[in-house]
């Protein structure tokens, strides 16, 4: 159900901020990586003890002869491991595997003009687009807030690249990301795409619609992670399995760690792959996914493995 | 795998047949005595060797003959042939699927080899021998779309993914069932899919289109559709209604066997992996009635099938005027006895 998964090597690591570290992957046996549409993520799995983390990292770019891909990895602050477990674990020699591409934050193509904003880690898919949108031509302008110059991981290299199409918003410079000074004035047709804290995406697609934007003109990608909650067990109907759901792990983690094969693509409830229909539920379902519609969470038949949880005793799935 | 082109026509003369080859691995499309619409999609797989599912792209004994008459379409009507400017990334992405698989499985047939973005394709059965820079639109004789479609079988469509829905941007169409590209071009997968009668009711166009927004890289999906054609006639295009709506009233008893042909088309559905676009190939195979009924269970089969299949549906698939006829023609052959599940000949 996971898909095709590819043994790659960490080639390089780079300290690119204090909680920013990059990694270069290359495939075991040396072949090429598939290329990639700027906005795609891979999930990688990572051999922690006894058990496998499974995490989405963006794409940042892909050598120009295929042979390695770089990551930014942000080394969250409650991490239940897999962050840590790069910035720790992850040395270079170290193998680990990653799944195909898959993008669930594309460009716009035919979009006349675009605004790429980013704020910290959400720079990684953002440098991706940016890179993607240089290459083919198009009109594109990149906001990016950070810390401070010792935040930019990717400064350095956005510059080179992109000139005076970046714009770099310093906080220790008090220097504001201001999207009253960004909105107006745009051509019809013109796309934003936001990528960065959850707070900042909210912000800025609640000024874009404030704004007047159609919704379908505001792209955003949450880094999500699964959200912690009670413990709660879980039963599959078909394969008649029961285990228990602990509260540092996310449904999907409980029953992949049960041997069962669930479906997955994104792991951060925005794909839609991992939603499974619901039994019984002797309690409230926790939806932390954007994808299934407020009616179908309300009519509460169906669940999405990946982030949402049971505030309850027992849930009851039809796997 | 060596293969033997066929000289033959799709027009005036109608020259085409298949060779006794040909007939045992058309990919006839009933596993059951009923027919209607369903979600009928697979992972496209590696199939049974010699069968039209061994290779992603297969090439048979066709080829040629169907690339010649692709280019006296284009010849006539280049906008079978559109591409939308934001579909070239897609483009190259499948001149990279066509050529590697191509020269991979039919290696005495094509050969790619790539430097880098220096690259050299050479196609033997048409005599093409060029380099160029990959992702250099200007050293091609044709835009990259069109230059590896006009080497390759079916009709291909380029589908771009924006706003949770696939638009059909760009496109080779000029072998089609009575569909439009000019007309569908830049329609999203539920507006171009409106005509179908019966499935929309059913949900099965929503379902496949979630299905194919998460299509995979690497994971190819493909199904079986049909249709029916009088001639072997591969343009039977909206455009060109007025060379083949007649031939539907020709059908009689004497030349059902000859003139009426089930027409399949193996769609197959590949994520593209620099666009995030996908591409969806129609290679069509056709086979005269004459050719069909020498596979005994087929006869009994497609008879039931043809005899039964909703009125709202053969309607739609154009089969109305010829149909009773061809039904009491493949009638003779239909002895009532039970047939096997699957597809396969017994
Ligand atoms: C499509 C996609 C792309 C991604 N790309 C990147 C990338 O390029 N770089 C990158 O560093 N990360 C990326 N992520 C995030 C990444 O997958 C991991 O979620 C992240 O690294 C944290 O993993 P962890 O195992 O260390 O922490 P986990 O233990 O899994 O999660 C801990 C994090 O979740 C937060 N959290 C805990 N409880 C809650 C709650 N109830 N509600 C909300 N938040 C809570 C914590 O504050 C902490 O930040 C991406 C995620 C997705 C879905
Ligand atoms: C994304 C790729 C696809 C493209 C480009 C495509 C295109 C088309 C077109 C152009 C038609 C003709 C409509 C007309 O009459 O004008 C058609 C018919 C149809 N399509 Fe699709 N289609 C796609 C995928 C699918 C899938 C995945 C299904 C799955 C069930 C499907 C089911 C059908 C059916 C049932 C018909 C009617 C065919 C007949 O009865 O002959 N299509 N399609
Ligand atoms: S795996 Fe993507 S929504 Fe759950």
Redesign the interface.
Known sequence: MS??EIPVRVTEIEQATPTIRRFRLARTDGGTL????A??HVVVLMPADGRTIRNAYSLVDRA??GSSYRIGVLRTQESRGGSRFMHENVVVGSELRIT????LF?L???GRRHLLVAGGIGITPIYAMAEALRR?GADYQIHYAVRGEAHGAFITELRERHGDRLRLYRNDRQEILAMSDILPNQPLGTHLYVCGPAGMIEAVLEEGRAAGWPA?NLHSERFQAPPSGNPFSVRLARAGITCEVRCDQSLLEALEAAGVDAPF?CRGGA???CAVDVCEADGELIHNDHYLTPAERAAGKKIMLCVSRLAGRELVLDL | MTLHFKKESFRDDFTFSNSREAIRRFPFPFEKDEYMYSVNIEQHMPGPAKSPFEFPIDIDEHYVAEMHDRALVLKEDPGRCQS?P????AEW?LVELLMESMAKHYPEHFQLTRD?DAWHWINRPLGIDQRFTFGDTATLPHPPMEYITRQCQGDFALL????GNLWM?SGMITGQADWSLDFDIGMNFMEWHAPVPLAKDMGVFERAL?FLL?L????PVRRLNWTMTINPRLDTSPENYDKWGRDRTTVTPENVGDKVHLRVELQAMWRL????AIVFSIRAYMISMNELVTVPKWARRFHRVLRDVRGELAEYKGLSRYRDTTVAWLARYDDGAPTSPGFAPD
Request: with cysteine; aromatic share 4%.
């Open positions: 898909g095709v598939p290329p990639f549409a906005g795609s120009e002869d195909m591409p898959v993008n594309p716009f193509l035919p083919t379908e693509l794909c839609g792959q | 939308l934001h579909m070239i990334t992405d880098g771009d993914q924006r706003l941007d979630k998460n995979q890289q690497g994971r992996p620099r666009s995030n």
